[in-house]
């Protein structure tokens, strides 16, 4: 079973900066992409961005030049860095680890941090 732990959600203004942060636990799995979704009010999940296992990352046209998102393999942790922030980007945000259990390609969702932007 893998755990994941979410973090930096919050209240900031528009033009503003935030960092999310997710931390993988658990034994036994291998993790390979690690990415970052958001549901809006009244809207369906979205993909905000993903990074590979080697690196590669994936971005929403949304979020293309605004928002970074790395990872530390050691730390098995995935970070998303929000800047120039807008109300549009309201939603919560949810992480999401893809990989395998022995043989089985698998995934694990976050709880979810809410991210408000006020204009």
């Known amino acids: 079973q893998v755990q994941l732990v979410e973090s930096g959600g919050g209240l900031v203004q528009a033009g503003g900066s935030l960092m999310l942060s997710c931390a993988a636990s658990g034994s036994g799995f291998s993790i390979d992409a690690m990415g970052w979704y958001r549901r809006a009010p009244g809207k369906q999940r979205e993909l905000v961005a993903s990074v590979s296992s080697g690196g590669r990352t994936n971005y929403a046209d949304s979020a293309k030049d605004r928002f970074t998102i790395s990872r530390d393999n050691a730390k098995n942790t995935v970070y998303l860095q929000m800047k120039s922030l807008k109300p549009e980007d309201t939603a919560v945000y949810y992480c999401?680890?893809?990989?395998?259990?022995?043989?089985?390609?698998?995934?694990?969702w976050g709880q979810g941090t809410q991210v408000t932007v006020s204009s």
């Open positions: 999401n680890v893809n990989g395998y259990y022995g043989l089985i390609y698998t995934d694990y």
